[in-house]
């Protein structure tokens, strides 16, 4: 079965970077496309970017870009998310989703990262 | 770009009763690519409903979706215990492709 296990909760002070991982398994890696979202409490998920794990190739959501890298290793069926120059308002639970068929629907969902930015 | 605005915001009933939850958009939904998504208490969202009515893999046919054009429903025909949660609406047809809406949330009267 489809698994998408990610990395555990960080803490980084206003500034600084975080990199969160998203391993795959029970699938072709190389065939769907991963994405990142997150989700502050009571709020509706927020769309940030995704990757093809097939050539690496990125879009990403505009208020992220230049602060947003996704990367994947296709050896280890790793994805990654690395935010830079985090905010306070970063504070949030990070999701990678699988995309199914190509489209923006995610059928499977890793099952979070709290990131908590914090002075 | 497309706001999708569900109702009602809070849904109360009691197992066993009917849920309908409403999803509206501002403009038609492309080819009815509107999907829905059920939330429990610190978990991921799941995938439910795809292509307005179609069930994702695993899901129980007591949960069915219908609609096109601007206005969708997901109806639950008769609520378990488990099914308390926040469902959302999202729509994957129109650029930008991954807008969801605000959420329901089905809890016990």
């Known amino acids: 079965q489809v698994q998408l296990v990610q990395s555990g909760a960080e803490v980084r002070r206003p500034g600084a970077s975080l990199k969160v991982s998203c391993k795959a398994s029970?699938?072709?890696?190389?065939?769907?496309?991963m994405h990142w979202l997150r989700q502050t409490p009571g709020q509706r998920p927020e769309w940030m970017g995704r990757v093809d794990p097939g050539d690496g190739g990125t879009t990403y959501e505009q208020k992220f870009q230049g602060r947003l890298t996704l990367t994947r290793d296709a050896s280890t069926n790793t994805i990654y998310m690395e935010l830079s120059g985090l905010r306070s308002d970063d504070t949030a639970v990070y999701y990678c989703?699988?995309?199914?068929?190509?489209?923006?629907?995610?059928?499977?969902w890793g099952q979070g990262t709290l990131v908590t930015v914090s002075s | 770009e497309i706001v999708l605005t569900q109702s009602p915001g809070t849904l109360s009933l009691s197992p066993g009763e009917r849920a309908t939850l409403s999803c509206r958009a501002s403009k038609s939904v492309s080819s009815g690519y509107l999907a829905w998504y059920q939330q429990k208490p610190g978990q991921a969202p799941r995938l439910l409903i795809y292509?307005?009515?179609n069930r994702a893999p695993g899901i129980p046919d007591r949960f069915s979706g219908s609609g096109s054009g601007t206005d969708f429903s997901l109806t639950i025909s008769r609520l378990e215990a488990e099914d308390f949660a926040v469902y959302y609406c999202q729509q994957y047809g129109n650029s930008p492709m991954y807008t969801f809406g605000q959420g329901t949330k089905v809890d016990i009267k």
């Open positions: 989703a699988r995309g199914r068929s190509g489209w923006y629907l995610f059928d499977n």
């Open positions: 029970g699938y072709i890696f190389t065939s769907f496309f």
């Open positions: 292509g307005a009515s």
